[in-house]
């Protein structure tokens, strides 16, 4: 192979997994301010297989022939002019350029400095890839937009995800009381995450079993049983539901305004200082990175078929060098 080609996964239209298939293509250039990082690992996301499918970020990204992914952890090869943060052979994590297109299913990526940061130094490559998607929305729903608390009593559905199981943790860090809901086969492993409390919304709505609460992380969403509909009513009176999944309806907006709570939309952002953070709560003990199982660059559409029968305890992740 030619030193300026490398493998990425590439597909020609929109459609099921077997859309995506190897190809090669030219190894990106930095420019000015960016990094040229050598993957390793590439973390999998619900957004990949929707925008795969033509919904998720295809209307940003436009008609394939794209390379999707997001999340990488890797090595940087070498540094564009300018770039005084990190330098070739330094081990760094991110979710770069989201939600423009990022080519993370593949060799190389190349993104601006300052949306990498250092990886986790306790986590392997598989690992760290795991992270920055899933994580920083954890982070940026939790900490930015909900401003959790001690004392204050948080909901997360679908705790067991990628995104959840980091929510889970984030919330308990800051002192909250954290309720779950997860199938019950992984509610004993959501209680050493930190949760209070565990509900199985196989057999119980969550709205008969909590009340009182100042924010829910909802990753469920409205499509799923009026999941985030029904998350209005566990709310206390100007409680805050943090709207993961597909955002605000106008009928959502219009029922939270009549029941006094409130309710915003949220898109995730890469954000190389809060990764920064994250990575110190890595390191020092307090956050677990669950990965439920890898799959060689070759095989990302049955990662994607995984992923989409939904039911991933924590992250699915791409290995692409060793
Ligand atoms: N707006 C943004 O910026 C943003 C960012 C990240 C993710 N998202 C969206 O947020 C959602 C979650 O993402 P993710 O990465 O965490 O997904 P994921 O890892 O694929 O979630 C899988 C988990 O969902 C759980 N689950 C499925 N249906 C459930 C239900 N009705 N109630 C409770 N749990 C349920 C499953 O638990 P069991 O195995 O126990 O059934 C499984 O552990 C996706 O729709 C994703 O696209 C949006």
């Known amino acids: 192979m030619s030193a300026d080609m490398m493998r990425a996964v590439v597909q020609d239209g929109f459609g099921g997994p077997e ?41 940003l990204l436009g008609e394939p022939p794209f390379t999707l992914g997001w999340d990488v952890s890797g090595v940087v090869e070498e540094v564009g002019f300018g770039v005084t943060t990190l330098k070739a052979g330094d081990e760094v994590y991110g979710m770069p350029w989201f939600p423009r297109v990022a080519n993370a299913y593949a060799e190389y990526v190349t993104a601006p400095a300052r949306q990498f940061a250092r990886k986790p130094a306790t986590l392997d490559h598989v690992h760290a890839a795991a992270v920055p998607l899933a994580a920083l929305t954890a982070w940026q729903a939790v900490v930015d937009t909900a401003h959790v608390g001690a004392g204050q009593r948080v909901l997360v559905t679908a705790a067991a995800g990628g995104v959840g199981h980091f929510a889970v943790q984030f919330a308990r860090h800051l002192g909250a009381h ?119 660059l070759e095989r990302a559409g049955a990662a994607h078929a995984r992923g989409e029968a939904g039911r991933t305890r924590g992250k699915l992740v791409l290995t692409v060098a060793d």
């Open 178 to 296: 954290v309720i779950a809901t997860a199938s019950a086969p992984r509610h004993p492993w959501l209680k050493e995450l930190g949760a209070a409390e565990v509900i199985d919304y196989t057999t119980t709505r969550f709205e008969d079993a909590v009340a009182d609460v100042d924010v829910v992380i909802d990753l469920v969403g409205d499509a799923h049983d009026r999941t985030s509909t029904r998350s209005l009513e566990v709310l206390r009176p100007g409680g805050l539901l943090v709207a993961i999944p597909a955002g605000v309806s106008p009928e959502l907006a219009q029922a939270a305004e009549a029941a006094g709570v409130r309710v915003t939309p949220f898109l995730v952002e890469p954000d190389g200082a809060a990764l920064t953070a994250i990575a110190g709560l890595i390191d020092a003990g307090e956050v677990a990175v669950e990965v439920a199982e890898t799959f060689p």
């Open 19 to 59: 859309v995506l298939r190897i190809q090669q293509v030219p190894r990106p250039v930095p420019l000015p301010t960016e990094v040229l990082v050598r993957v390793h690992a590439a973390g999998i996301n619900p957004v990949d297989w929707k925008t795969r499918g033509g919904t998720g970020m295809a209307g």
